[in-house]
């Protein structure tokens, strides 16, 4: 399919540049696929709008405080956003880096008396620089970033500085710490409460994690003219063993928090691990393209946001609204169309819509 079928137009006002009041005040379209019908309510109203008992799988990662501002040898300023560690060495990370052109392999950056960091390897596909880590005040670097970095909101919202609500909105309200590895908010699970939680277990539904390593690469925008040719990035992810014994045997419907909730579910699905010992994370990194048309194994009710267009997310929603067929597509736009005339808010501090 083209890539330009993938387009719609937004109002640059609509994308919101900040969370709304209260989580659960955010907006909530309600997409009904058995009647091709939509209606609109508030995030506090989910658990009025839901068929019961359903088990929830929801993404638990935490967004690291990623973006780091040191100093090159001269004075120049350098930003640093930390993306994944490398597997071999917890102190090497892949990451981001500006100005990208002053930091050639071997050049260094710093904060003075807590680290310094050199350049050893570049990706130009990707546009990464590969960052060794020497500390010198704390044990690794995520804890330096805890102390001293910033959380890395997307592209797309554009504030001079942070506020400091960020560093409580930019993350869900069941956000592990002990899962600090995220560059991007798993941004379905903004809206929840604990509030919500709490009545949606009372009322006889359940809850399972698993984790899902969110980078940038859910940010990266699809360049080529056919959909199907863009290289879709890969994720790492975690299944704890209690989940990945729900998501294995059948124990009623199951509802997706999110698109990094879908990926892992659909990609754990199609890799099974038969010989996995109990009480083991079931682990692989997701190289899942999930496009129209596509038949879903393991996720029959979603939450998620609104997103970007000419976007993998975008062609994720499409396709599970129309399972197996590429009619979704259209009526994602035409859905987008009247949310938009609706105003709600779009992209990771927008609104969101429930699909059943």
């Not at 100005?99 to 680290?115: E, H, N, Q, S």
């Not at 975008?314 to 169309?337: D, H």
Request: hydrophobic share 40%; net charge neutral.
């Amino acid at each position: 399919m083209r890539t330009d079928a993938y387009d719609f137009g937004l109002p640059g006002e609509l994308i919101a540049q900040h969370p709304s009041k209260e989580r659960s005040a955010s907006r909530l379209l309600l997409v009904d696929r058995a009647s091709r019908s939509v209606s609109h309510h508030t995030f506090s109203e989910l658990s009025k709008l839901l068929p019961g008992p359903l088990h929830f799988f929801r993404n638990n990662v935490s967004v690291i405080r990623a973006r780091l501002r040191a100093f090159r040898p001269t004075g120049g300023a350098v930003e640093c956003v930390l993306l994944e560690p490398s597997d071999s060495d917890a102190l090497e990370w892949k990451c981001l880096v500006k100005p990208g052109r002053k930091l050639p392999i071997g050049a260094t950056f710093a904060i003075k008396d807590v680290f310094q960091a050199e350049v050893c390897g570049r990706d130009l596909t990707e546009g990464t620089a590969q960052i060794v880590f020497a500390l010198q005040q704390h044990a690794s670097v995520v804890e330096m970033a805890d102390a001293l970095g910033e959380l890395p909101l997307p592209p797309y919202i554009k504030r001079d500085h942070h506020v400091p609500e960020d560093n409580s909105r930019y993350q869900t309200v069941y956000a592990d710490r002990d899962k600090r590895m995220a560059a991007a908010a798993p941004t379905a699970g903004l809206h929840f409460t604990e509030a919500i939680l709490r009545q949606l277990e009372r009322e006889g539904h359940f809850f399972h994690d698993l984790t899902l390593r969110v980078g940038l690469g859910t940010f990266r925008p699809v360049k080529t003219d056919n959909i199907e040719d863009h290289p879709i990035h890969r994720e790492r992810y975690w299944v704890p063993s209690r989940s990945y014994e729900a998501l294995h045997d059948y124990i009623g419907k199951r509802i997706a928090v999110g698109t990094t909730s879908v990926r892992s579910i659909e990609d754990c699905l199609r890799n099974p691990q038969p010989d996995l010992k109990p009480g083991l994370d079931y682990s692989r990194e997701a190289d899942l393209f999930i496009i129209p048309p596509y038949q879903f194994r393991g996720v029959d009710h979603m939450i998620t946001n609104f997103h970007l267009p000419r976007s993998t997310l975008f062609g994720l929603v499409a396709a599970f609204l129309t399972p197996g067929s590429e009619e979704g597509v259209e009526w994602l736009k035409a859905i987008y169309a009247e949310a938009i005339r609706e105003k709600y808010r779009f992209f990771s501090y927008g609104d969101a819509m429930l699909i059943l």
